[in-house]
């Protein structure tokens, strides 16, 4: 493998791991990326949502960890830049209102391109007032026939920043295309928008009780149809790369951030406890033909989320920085692809939830899941190898020793890591807000 080789990194946002790898529609292209490269078919996400699952991601730690998952204090390393250290050029492109660069999610990027307000960020955005953003966004969200970039613009901007970058580069994307208000696809009309953005806030938002059966039916054929959208794109703008020879020398990964449930355990979207509907995502990386690793292959030991950010590094011969090495909870993958166990054998997924001080948990092994509700102070547990679809609590009849141990070490943990760091009172009133309420968040 080239010492140095690109990475893109592609995040589709709100992707269930069953309806990408194990559904009854078509979707060839993740199939052939999949059949190309090494899937990971037990990988699981550290958040039910963007923030802590992205969180984790980008930094390689534990959402909840040096003072939480909705803001990058100032001593955070991240992902982009451990790569800018190490020579490679480094880019963002999306349009999740959660990884902005008013978060501080922009740190290492030499490009960071986010469409989430109808300005650059740069001049008037720092000197607007709050309230003329706000208004100004949400003019903007009126005029526009999707509540997100697409991925057809997405890829566009892709194409055009790698065709005029030098080697090697580091890209990441987080396509928001499949993440409620589901669209019909690609059937770009305001009808549709704005049908799909009432539906999903009765839904995921506001009356999900109410939701009739020919309304429940619509959201998942939409959102399935989201899915076939994205599988559809994402194959022409691979194609299109390795036909310029621009994939020659690229790891490519696909991953999900988390899941959607549908009405699984009583609700929609993603605000729920860390059911396996909200955290079972793809995870597919293809490697170059000067990769030294045997692909295809099929990987099925429970992985996480955030051993991406050190696999990629590892890929990369790259250097950590100091503070990285300390912070960082993830571990590469590369040893795995040649027979070794993780050194854990339980998946942690951890959450804030929005507005409140309240926390959840779970924590799953390959037979046994655990989940403790903090606002409700509740316990469950599943036996995954009889109740795969977690319906049957057992939290009052078997012994949570094992689990309420790990809790209240992951509590520590998070005391002690977040002790004396200061994060700023953060103000979504900044035009973000209105993203945020669109897209179903509280």
């Known amino acids: 493998m080239p010492t140095q080789p690109n990475v893109l990194f592609l995040v589709v946002d709100s992707i269930r791991y069953d ?46 960890d040096y003072g939480g998952h909705w803001y990058l204090e100032e001593e955070q390393p991240t992902m982009a830049e451990q790569f800018q250290r190490n020579g490679y050029t480094t880019g963002a492109i999306h349009s999740n209102p959660n990884v902005s660069r008013l978060r501080n999610f922009h740190r290492g990027f030499d490009t960071f391109e986010e469409n989430i307000l109808p300005f650059e960020a740069d001049g008037i955005v720092e000197r607007a007032p709050d309230d003329l953003l706000r208004y100004a966004n949400k003019f903007a969200r009126v005029l526009r026939r999707t509540p997100y970039m697409p991925i057809e613009t997405v890829n566009e901007h892709l194409r055009n ?32 928008k704005f049908r799909a ?15 009739t059966d020919e ?45 959607d449930e549908f009405t699984e355990h009583g609700r929609y979207g993603h605000g729920n406890l860390p059911y396996d509907e ?3 995502v793809p995870l597919i990386v293809q490697f170059p033909e000067s990769a030294d690793i045997e692909q295809p ?68 092994t390959a037979e046994t899941k655990y989940l403790y509700d903090g606002k409700e102070d509740e316990h469950y547990l599943y036996d995954l190898t009889t109740d795969p679809a977690e319906q049957q ?6 012994s949570l020793d094992q689990f309420t141990t790990a809790l209240d070490d992951r ?20 035009g973000v807000e209105e993203r945020l309420s669109a897209l179903g968040y509280k």
């Not at 953005?197 to 939701?211: C, G, M």
Request: aromatic share 8%.
């Open 197 to 211: 953005e009432r539906l999903w806030r009765k839904a995921a938002v506001n009356t999900p009780e109410q939701v």
């Open 215 to 259: 309304e429940h039916e619509e959201l998942w054929e939409n959102y399935r149809k989201e899915v076939r959208y994205l599988d559809r794109e994402l194959g022409s703008f691979l194609d299109e790369l390795d036909s310029r020879g621009q994939l020659d020398d690229t790891v490519v990964i696909l991953v999900g951030d988390h899941g």
């Open 278 to 280: 909200l955290t079972h």
């Open 393 to 398: 609590n057992l939290a009052d009849s078997e």
């Open 411 to 430: 509590l520590r943990k998070i005391e002690s890591t977040s002790a004396g760091v200061e994060i700023p009172d953060f103000d979504d009133h900044q």
């Open 297 to 364: 292959a099929t990987v099925d030991t429970l992985v996480r989320t955030i051993d991406i950010l050190p696999t990629m590094l590892d890929i990369a011969d790259a250097e950590l920085a100091p503070e990285m090495k300390e912070r960082i909870e993830g571990e590469s993958l590369l040893p795995v692809l040649e027979g070794d166990d993780p050194s854990y054998d339980m998946v942690v997924t951890e959450k804030e939830m929005r507005g409140e001080d309240h926390l959840r948990f779970g924590f799953r």
């Open 19 to 64: 309806t990408a790898r194990e559904s009854d529609f078509p979707t060839p292209n993740i199939d052939r990326l999949a059949d190309n490269g090494v899937e990971f078919t037990n990988c699981f996400a550290q958040g039910v949502s963007t923030a802590p699952s992205m969180t984790a991601m980008l930094t390689g730690r534990y959402p909840l």
């Open 161 to 192: 920043w790698i065709s005029e970058k030098s080697e090697p580069w580091f890209l990441w994307t987080q396509y928001m295309d499949v993440h409620g208000p589901y669209l019909p696809g690609d059937d770009f009309t305001y009808r549709n």
